[in-house]
């Protein structure tokens, strides 16, 4: 495919661009991160190093959920000059067709949007991963880390229910172990500590209930067979899903479902990485297609930045922040519809790309060849 020489200047000042907005921008949340955080982490008394290694560790996390936005910003600053500058009108006019011309940028954009998948993939987990056990080791401090109500199932289908789990001892307190017989409940076992030895449950002062006799038996210890269908690790990696890749959502779900267990928080979470993907693509296209394709009806704005780059680029700059707060408003809206199972939680996140993929695609053919 042959790139035309206006063209190639434009791609070399949008790469340009979009690294230097991408990672300065991302660079500066990081700081802010650090600074909201500081807080909770001073009374650790942290080194120099370790704030270092935050802002390094927390940078790609930013990196991933900006690439959209700057991609929006950079092809409305880029392509909002080129109008200014009546170089796409003449090309126009002397009988180049724009879209043919753009083409190049649409794969540039299918380019960003896969090296999104791929950052926020394989790249992005890893370093939340090193910031989550850097942070953890600070705020530990040998203390056991502790998880509260979780809720298991046993492969024999009864429920456990734990009050506090520590990880370090793996020790648990207050467990209430039930037992049902065709979805009616005939037994409960409460035990105020309970210690994994081996595989089984090490219970202390026990009391067991069944109510098919009445009879109540207590014990100083007794052993429980450790037979659950999912590891009490998967409940508390289900809190920070959003560190999770895409792939060990899929793995986490498989767990819950194996264990006849259901998240709509993963199910939604899983379409909306996937949907999200198609996002950078669309921006892209937008970009574009605003100052081009839409340049008449909206004019009055794109007209205030002819004072120079700088009344440009900070017009440019609101004009995409706000399109990316109303897509964040509507995309987190769905988010939450579909956790709440409002809607299925598959089909939730892929609303809001449906629709600025509409809009974005509708405003492109609207360019004028």
Same mark, same amino acid.
């Given at each position: 495919?042959?790139?035309?020489?206006?063209?190639? *200047?434009?791609?070399?000042?949008?790469?340009?661009?979009?690294?230097?907005?991408?990672?300065?921008?991302?660079?500066?949340?990081?700081?802010?991160?650090? &600074?909201?955080?500081?807080?909770?982490?001073?009374?650790?008394?942290?080194?120099?190093?370790?704030?270092?290694?935050?802002?390094?560790?927390?940078?790609?996390? $930013?990196?991933?959920?900006? =690439?959209?936005?700057?991609?929006?910003?950079?092809?409305?600053?880029?392509f909002?000059?080129?109008?200014?500058?009546?170089?796409?009108?003449?090309?126009?006019?002397?009988?180049?067709?724009?879209?043919g011309?753009?083409?190049?940028?649409?794969?540039?954009?299918?380019f960003? *949007? @896969?090296?999104?998948?791929?950052?926020?993939?394989?790249?992005?987990?890893?370093?939340n991963?090193?910031?989550?056990?850097?942070?953890?080791?600070?705020?530990?401090?040998?203390?056991?880390?502790?998880?509260?109500?979780?809720? %298991?199932?046993?492969?024999?289908?009864?429920?456990?229910?734990?009050?506090?789990?520590?990880?370090?001892d793996?020790?648990?307190?207050?467990?209430?172990?039930?037992?049902?017989?065709?979805?009616?409940?005939?037994?409960?076992?409460?035990?105020?500590? /309970?210690k994994?030895?081996?595989?089984?449950?090490?219970?202390?002062?026990?009391?067991?209930?069944?109510?098919?006799?009445?009879?109540?038996?207590?014990?100083?210890s007794?052993?429980?067979?450790?037979?659950?269908?999912?590891?009490?690790?998967?409940?508390?990696?289900?809190?920070?899903?959003?560190?999770?890749?895409?792939?060990?959502?899929?793995?986490?779900?498989?767990? %819950?479902?194996r264990?006849?267990?259901?998240?709509?928080? &993963?199910?939604?979470?899983?379409?909306?990485?996937?949907?999200?993907?198609?996002?950078?693509?669309?921006?892209?296209?937008?970009?574009?297609?605003?100052? %081009?394709? /839409?340049?008449?009806?909206?004019?009055?704005?794109?007209s205030? /930045?002819?004072?120079?780059? /700088?009344? #440009?680029?900070?017009?440019?700059?609101? @004009?995409?922040?706000?399109?990316?707060?109303?897509?964040?408003?509507?995309?987190?809206?769905?988010?939450?519809? #579909? $956790?709440?199972?409002?809607?299925?939680?598959?089909i939730?996140?892929?609303?809001?790309?449906? =629709?600025?993929?509409?809009?974005?695609?509708?405003?492109?053919?609207?360019?004028?060849?």
């Amino acid at each position: 495919m042959s790139i035309n020489i206006v063209c190639k *200047s434009y791609i070399k000042d949008f790469v340009k661009t979009f690294l230097i907005l991408l990672f300065s921008m991302s660079f500066l949340l990081a700081i802010v991160g650090l &600074i909201e955080k500081i807080d909770d982490f001073i009374p650790y008394k942290p080194s120099t190093i370790f704030f270092v290694e935050f802002v390094f560790y927390s940078i790609p996390r $930013y990196v991933f959920y900006l =690439i959209p936005f700057v991609t929006l910003v950079t092809s409305l600053f880029i392509f909002s000059i080129g109008v200014r500058s009546r170089e796409f009108l003449i090309i126009s006019v002397s009988g180049g067709r724009l879209r043919g011309v753009l083409k190049p940028f649409l794969f540039l954009g299918i380019f960003l *949007s @896969i090296l999104s998948f791929v950052f926020g993939e394989f790249i992005q987990p890893e370093f939340n991963k090193e910031l989550n056990n850097m942070i953890e080791e600070l705020t530990r401090k040998g203390k056991s880390i502790m998880q509260r109500d979780i809720f %298991l199932r046993t492969k024999d289908g009864n429920v456990l229910k734990i009050g506090k789990f520590l990880e370090i001892d793996r020790r648990a307190e207050e467990v209430k172990i039930f037992h049902f017989k065709n979805d009616t409940l005939i037994k409960r076992i409460d035990s105020q500590e /309970a210690k994994i030895e081996g595989n089984h449950w090490l219970l202390k002062k026990a009391t067991i209930y069944d109510f098919l006799t009445g009879k109540v038996e207590k014990y100083d210890s007794m052993n429980y067979p450790l037979n659950l269908k999912i590891s009490i690790s998967a409940f508390k990696d289900i809190k920070k899903i959003e560190q999770f890749s895409l792939l060990e959502l899929i793995q986490k779900r498989k767990e %819950l479902k194996r264990a006849g267990l259901s998240n709509p928080k &993963i199910d939604t979470d899983i379409s909306s990485r996937l949907s999200y993907n198609f996002v950078t693509f669309f921006m892209m296209v937008l970009g574009m297609s605003l100052p %081009l394709g /839409a340049y008449e009806k909206f004019n009055f704005i794109f007209s205030k /930045a002819k004072g120079g780059t /700088a009344s #440009g680029g900070i017009i440019t700059v609101s @004009i995409g922040l706000l399109i990316t707060i109303t897509y964040w408003l509507v995309y987190s809206l769905f988010l939450f519809v #579909g $956790y709440s199972k409002i809607l299925p939680p598959f089909i939730s996140p892929w609303i809001t790309t449906l =629709i600025f993929g509409f809009v974005s695609v509708k405003l492109y053919y609207s360019i004028k060849e």
